[in-house]
């Protein structure tokens, strides 16, 4: 059973590309969704959460729609400290306090100059 | 800016032995968990754990596991009898009550 899926990647883009990363996830009682970012063999850290009426965060855009179960990420301007591995995570909780954190297997970015 | 710390950031043990993995978490964070991370494959949730009890436990979170917080500053995660399949990356988090999850480094186990 796979809880969050991903585009497997790598995506491999220039610099000031957009790029964009789609995720589904297949529990519908998910409450809250976030994408975190992951450098290689370094720990996730919180990017943004992902909010249904979708949100945005500089060149970083996210976008939810609860009907089809899919989130996406949009990167915009893409610059070379973009690279890494990007990870769709979801919670049933309605915030993430005391409970698991589902992590897809996540998508890797290279930018190149 | 308070950060997660792990120790040790990585330990090689001999298949069958015991081992202790210990983590401090963020000093005002009431939310405790462990998660680990099979090289090449996701992040899976084991424990989490709050108010000195486990909150939440992963099917992977056997009787092989246990977790305690032996005082104010530490949480840990033991594993009893390594077996070859525990060798990943353990990474530890906390979150205040309002949620976010911050990671620490990581502890990197090799099991031979």
């Known amino acids: 059973r796979k809880e969050v899926e991903q585009d497997p990647g790598p995506f491999n883009v220039p610099e000031g590309a957009t790029v964009a990363f789609n995720c589904t996830y297949s529990?519908?009682?998910?409450?809250?969704f976030f994408w975190y970012r992951q450098d290689c063999r370094k720990e996730p850290k919180l990017l943004m959460s992902v909010y249904s009426s979708g949100n945005e965060d500089g060149r970083f855009t996210a976008q939810l729609n609860r009907a089809s179960q899919y989130i996406s990420l949009l990167i915009r301007d893409s610059k070379l400290s973009d690279s890494a591995t990007y990870l769709c995570?979801?919670?049933?909780?309605?915030?993430?306090?005391?409970?698991?954190?589902?992590f897809g297997k996540g998508t890797t970015l290279s930018v190149s100059s | 800016e308070p950060e997660v710390t792990q120790t040790p950031s990585h330990q090689v043990t001999q298949m069958g032995q015991e081992v202790i993995l210990r983590c401090v978490p963020i000093?005002?964070?009431?939310?405790f968990y462990w998660y680990r991370q099979i090289l090449g494959q996701k992040v899976e949730f084991l424990v989490s754990?709050?108010?000195?009890?486990?909150?939440?436990k992963s099917e992977i979170f056997d009787d092989q596991f246990s977790v305690e917080r032996p005082d104010g500053s530490n949480f840990t995660l033991k594993i009893r009898s390594t077996k070859l399949e525990d060798s990943a990356m353990y990474f530890c988090a906390s979150s205040p009550i309002s949620g976010t999850q911050y990671f620490g480094p990581g502890t990197r186990l090799l099991v031979l």
């Open positions: 529990n519908s009682a998910s409450q809250s």
């Open positions: 995570v979801v919670n049933l909780g309605d915030n993430q306090a005391g409970t698991a954190l589902i």
């Open positions: 754990f709050y108010n000195n009890e486990i909150s939440e």
């Open positions: 000093s005002n964070h009431l939310y």
